[in-house]
Each structure stands twice: as structure tokens, then as C-alpha cells.
């Protein structure tokens, strides 16, 4: 069974720092950009970050630039999003998903069209 699988999520403060992971089972991610989303409460799915199939070429959205980071392991089978400087309007439930496209697309990374895989989401709530 082909399927990724979030962690990581939790309760952290204003200010402090999380690492989601995102693995896959059943096939291997060295073939596929990987994105994160993330959903609020009563808000539209947004996306964050997106990785390339190699690693070298990634791209976050204009709201963690700075303050997020993606990256992967192949070797494990693994991306990651590292979080720091969080703030309460960063809570949602964060999701990875996998696109058989090797590149994240310049014009439209975030169209969950394009994603083939998905997980079920891990929970981050940033509160004091």
C-alpha cells in the first residue's frame, strides 16, 4: 500500500521551533517533489514549501519564508519541514503530499491537482 505518513506535529509556544517528517512506505520518494500544506479551522488548504525529487531546488510561500525550511533524506525516504519562530497564526494541521513530477512547478507548486499522494495530517498548534 502506497501511503505517507506525518509527524512530528504538537503544542509549541510563540517563538519556538518544531520538524515535521513526512514518510512514505510502499514506494520510494526519489521520483517525486514533495509539498507541505497546512489547513486552519475555517480556512482554504494553503500551501508552504515544496521540494524538488534531488534536493536542490525548493521554494516556500510568502508567509514562512525565513522561518521554514524543507528538505529531504532519499537515503530514508524522508522530507522534512523544519518550523522555527512560530507564531499562533502558524496552527493548522500541516500535510505532506507527492508529485510525480520531479520539479516543483515555478508557476503553480501549490495546485493539489498535481499531487498524487497524500497524508493524513499531523496536528501543530502554536499557543501560549
Known amino acids: 500500500q502506497l501511503q505517507l505518513v506525518e509527524s512530528g506535529g504538537g503544542l509549541v509556544q510563540p517563538g519556538g521551533s518544531l520538524r515535521l517528517s513526512c514518510a512514505a512506505s510502499?514506494?520510494?520518494?526519489?521520483?517525486?517533489?514533495i509539498a507541505w500544506f497546512r489547513q486552519a479551522p475555517g480556512k482554504e488548504r494553503e500551501g508552504v514549501s515544496c521540494?524538488?525529487?534531488?534536493?536542490?531546488?525548493?521554494n516556500s510561500a510568502d508567509s514562512v519564508k525565513g522561518r521554514f525550511t524543507i528538505s529531504r533524506d532519499n537515503a530514508k525516504n524522508i522530507v522534512y519541514l523544519q518550523m522555527n519562530s512560530l507564531k499562533p497564526e502558524d496552527t493548522a494541521v500541516y500535510y505532506c503530499?507527492?508529485?510525480?513530477?520531479?520539479?516543483?512547478?515555478?508557476?503553480?507548486?501549490?495546485?493539489?491537482?498535481?499531487?498524487?499522494?497524500w497524508g493524513q495530517g499531523t496536528q501543530v498548534t502554536v499557543s501560549s
Open positions: 521540494i524538488s525529487s534531488s534536493g536542490g531546488r525548493a
Open positions: 510502499g514506494f520510494t520518494l526519489d521520483y517525486y517533489s
Open positions: 503530499a507527492a508529485d510525480r513530477a520531479r520539479v516543483c512547478s515555478p508557476y503553480t507548486p501549490y495546485d493539489a491537482d498535481r499531487y498524487d499522494y
